[in-house]
């Protein structure tokens, strides 16, 4: 049954003050609105971040952009200019893992997002590559949730969106330091939402399969080598083999679920993983 209309626009139990406990917006199917909040994105110049740095931006966020490449930082500063909550981009490079806890004070929400990839089996897989893998996609992760608990803890109110993968949930072969360090993502988040709960802040993974990015067009010749196949039959038959959906996912239908669980929409989502995968773990 649906719920009576009060008035054009108004749904009877939404109209402001119906239900002061209730931490949605005062009129549910507003649009998701982050005036006021400040939102520190991690891995901005390019790719994912970069799309949910402008979409956050455009919710009304005040964004704090870093990365350690200077060039895509200062292209994304000025796309976002005349978005509601503007953007602010900083260098910063994460395996300074001082610096990253640092940057992360005093922010709303905290989207972890950089990574790298290397694809190569492990026997022949570099020990310093696996050790800056792990730094940058768990070890600074950690850092950056510690730096930016206080001020969320204090206010009563944060969000924790950890940008993981389809990697965090399966493994595939020849990547042994990125699945490590997304399924080390995922306890890190669940344990974050476990210990912000009382505090009203909230920790989730996003689970990608492949994405339109960078760092996948760098990996189809890694990929050919590793499967000793031509790279114009990677996509098909190593990248796409298990989704359903026989395509890449755009970083902007990325940053569109990112944005919902940064919402105050969101407000009950805690300690999940949502999966954007066309279908690859309904396997
Ligand atoms: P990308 O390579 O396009 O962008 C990653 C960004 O991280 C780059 O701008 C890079 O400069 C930055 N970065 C790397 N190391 C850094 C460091 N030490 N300090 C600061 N910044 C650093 O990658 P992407 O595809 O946009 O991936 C973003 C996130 O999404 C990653 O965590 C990735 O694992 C995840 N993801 C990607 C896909 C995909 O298919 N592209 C799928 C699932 C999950």
């Known amino acids: 049954m649906s719920a009576p209309i009060t008035e054009p626009g108004t749904v009877a139990g939404t109209e402001p003050g119906a239900d002061p406990a209730s931490p949605l917006p005062r009129a549910a199917g507003?649009?998701?609105?982050?005036?006021?909040?400040?939102?520190?994105?991690?891995?901005?110049?390019?790719?994912?971040?970069?799309a949910c740095a402008l979409r956050l931006a455009a919710a009304g966020a005040r964004v704090r952009a870093v990365d350690r490449a200077a060039e895509?930082?200062?292209?994304?500063?000025?796309?976002?200019?005349?978005?509601?909550?503007?953007?602010?981009?900083?260098?910063?490079?994460?395996?300074?893992?001082?610096?990253?806890?640092?940057?992360?004070?005093?922010?709303?929400?905290?989207v972890n997002n950089a990574g790298i990839q290397l694809v190569r089996p492990i026997e022949e897989f570099p020990p310093d590559v696996f050790h800056t893998v792990l730094t940058v996609m768990l070890e600074a992760p950690f850092r950056?949730?510690?730096?930016?608990?206080?001020?969320?803890?204090?206010?009563?109110?944060?969000?924790?969106?950890?940008?993981?993968?389809?990697?965090?949930?399966?493994?595939?072969?020849?990547?042994?330091?990125y699945v490590a360090a997304k399924h080390g993502l995922e306890g890190l988040s669940k344990t974050a939402a476990l210990e912000g709960a009382p505090h009203g802040?909230?920790?989730?993974?996003?689970?990608?399969?492949?994405?339109?990015?960078?760092?996948?067009?760098?990996q189809i010749a890694d990929q050919a080598a590793a499967h000793g196949i031509p790279e114009e039959r990677v996509l098909a038959e190593v990248?796409?083999?298990?989704?359903?959906?026989?395509?890449?996912?755009?970083?902007?239908?990325?940053?569109?679920?990112?944005?919902?669980?940064?919402?105050?929409?969101?407000?009950?989502?805690?300690?999940?993983?949502?999966?954007?995968?066309?279908?690859w773990t309904a396997h």
């Open 144 to 177: 950056l949730i510690r730096g930016a608990l206080p001020h969320m803890y204090g206010q009563g109110w944060g969000r924790i969106v950890n940008l993981s993968s389809v990697h965090g949930l399966r493994a595939s072969a020849f990547k042994s330091a």
């Open 239 to 279: 990248l796409l083999k298990d989704s359903a959906l026989k395509r890449l996912i755009e970083p902007e239908e990325v940053a569109e679920a990112v944005l919902y669980l940064c919402s105050p929409q969101a407000s009950f989502i805690t300690g999940t993983s949502l999966t954007l995968d066309g279908g």
């Open 72 to 110: 895509g930082l200062e292209t994304l500063a000025e796309e976002a200019r005349g978005l509601p909550g503007g953007l602010d981009a900083r260098l910063l490079d994460l395996t300074d893992l001082d610096a990253a806890e640092a940057a992360a004070a005093g922010t709303d929400i905290l």
């Open 30 to 50: 507003l649009a998701l609105d982050l005036t006021g909040r400040t939102a520190l994105v991690t891995g901005a110049a390019g790719g994912i971040g970069r």
């Open 201 to 218: 802040v909230t920790s989730n993974c996003v689970n990608p399969g492949y994405v339109r990015t960078p760092l996948v067009e760098k």
